[in-house]
């Protein structure tokens, strides 16, 4: 059974930015995209759906539209056209790391894989996965992405 928009509470998406998400999907791959994710409890926090050809990501608590990835198909594959995160999110990380981010979130929650979850070398955290737990919900091997800020080098 395949997520719908009305599966679960959400909320417009607001202001969005581009960001520099690429991908493609064969059709197996596209198959699970379009089943989409309904959250089962509190640690899932994400619902995603298909709308159209557009994947959209909602944070599952609050239903804030956070990712919009539009695809078009070709043949058998479903490439992404454009890829929009919600300019609140960039206050906090820039373009790059959010592309990083939404590519965990389709490879993990939707396609099965099992990529690292791109933690970004500024953010601290009191024991190892706290960050990626309250982004993802998920415990996957991590990697630190980005530079620390120079005054940082020692930490």
């Known amino acids: 059974m395949s997520a719908k928009p009305d599966d679960w509470k959400r909320l417009p998406f607001g202001a969005m930015s581009p960001i520099p998400y690429r991908a493609s999907f064969d059709r197996a791959q596209f198959a699970k995209l379009a089943e ?5 409890d509190m640690d899932d926090k994400w ?11 909602h944070r599952s608590w609050t239903g804030f539209g ?16 454009s890829a929009l ?16 981010g939404l590519d ?8 099965g894989e099992a990529k690292p979850f791109p933690r970004p070398a500024d ?12 982004i993802s919900g998920t415990g996957y091997r991590e990697t ?9 080098f020692w930490r």
């Open 47 to 57: 619902f995603i759906y298909l709308d159209g050809l557009d994947l959209c990501l």
């Open 66 to 81: 956070a990712y919009k990835v539009s695809l078009r198909r070709k043949g058998e594959t479903h490439r992404v056209v």
């Open 36 to 40: 989409g994710l309904l959250p089962g």
């Open 123 to 134: 953010v601290r955290e009191p024991s190892p996965g706290v960050f990626q737990h309250h």
């Open 104 to 111: 965990f979130l389709i490879a993990n929650l939707l396609l």
């Open 144 to 152: 630190v992405v980005g530079r620390k800020p120079w005054w940082r």
């Open 85 to 100: 995160c919600a300019k609140q999110m960039l206050e906090t990380h820039d373009e790059p790391y959010q592309a990083q």
